[in-house]
């Protein structure tokens, strides 16, 4: 068996370097998500203009202005649809937007859509980071193998997603839009974590 290492060593090395590199390659992408957990979920907020299949003009902004947390509240706010900011005739907001509002259990990655009643029944902290340290941050990727196919010369893909983050670890949010699908990029509202967190 040692005479059959000695006289195959290279090429045993070319085997297992390779896969030693997938193995490197996987623990270093996915790992971190193991240990990334909060006792906190959080509510959001998302809109549509009446055309599934179609991003809504200034969805992100009109959210900002609809919805806000006040002494730990959901508060609903007027907004002014008639309100043209860079005085080009057109309105910034459509008057046809859709809101919905989602609460996410953190802990199975879950939304569900709750009622504006049940949501400003919940005591609210709206920082973007929980009392447990765990943020909730955008991030656009670009991946030019696809996974590990980039060692055997696979495609490219990009993707732009919602992640619970705490330090360089991070985990991916499964959310809903209007169509209860994943999201559109940028059809998202953070409005606030739960308090007091599960026990």
């Given at each position: 068996m040692k005479e059959f290492l000695k006289k195959n060593f290279a090429v045993l090395l070319a085997?297992?370097?390779?896969?030693?590199?997938?193995?490197?390659v996987?623990?270093?992408?996915?790992?971190?998500?193991?240990?990334?957990?909060?006792?906190?979920?959080?509510?959001?907020?998302?809109?549509?203009?009446?055309?599934?299949?179609?991003?809504?003009?200034?969805?992100?902004?009109?959210?900002?202005k609809r919805y806000s947390v006040v002494n730990n509240k959901l508060s609903l706010n007027n907004v002014d649809l008639t309100?043209?900011?860079?005085?080009?005739?057109?309105?910034?907001f459509k008057q046809?937007?859709?809101?919905?509002?989602?609460?996410?259990?953190?802990?199975k990655?879950?939304?569900?859509?709750?009622?504006?009643?049940?949501?400003?029944?919940?005591?609210?902290?709206?920082?973007l980071t929980s009392p447990d340290g765990v943020t909730v941050s955008s991030n656009y990727s670009y991946n030019g193998g696809g996974d590990f196919l980039f060692l055997f010369g696979g495609g490219g893909r990009s993707s732009y997603g919602y992640y619970l983050t705490k330090g360089k670890s991070k985990s991916k949010l499964n959310l809903i839009n209007n169509t209860d699908q994943y999201y559109y990029q940028n059809n998202f509202q953070f409005i606030g974590w739960i308090l007091p967190g599960r026990n």
């Open positions: 085997f297992i370097l390779p896969i030693l590199l997938i193995v490197i996987a623990l270093n992408t996915y790992l971190p998500s193991l240990f990334i957990s909060t006792n906190y979920n959080f509510v959001y907020t998302s809109c549509a203009d009446g055309r599934d299949y179609y991003y809504p003009y200034y969805c992100d902004n009109y959210l900002q309100q043209d900011s860079n005085k080009d005739g057109v309105a910034d046809n937007y859709n809101t919905r509002i989602f609460l996410h259990d953190t802990k990655n879950e939304s569900r859509e709750i009622s504006l009643t049940e949501a400003q029944m919940l005591t609210l902290n709206n920082l």
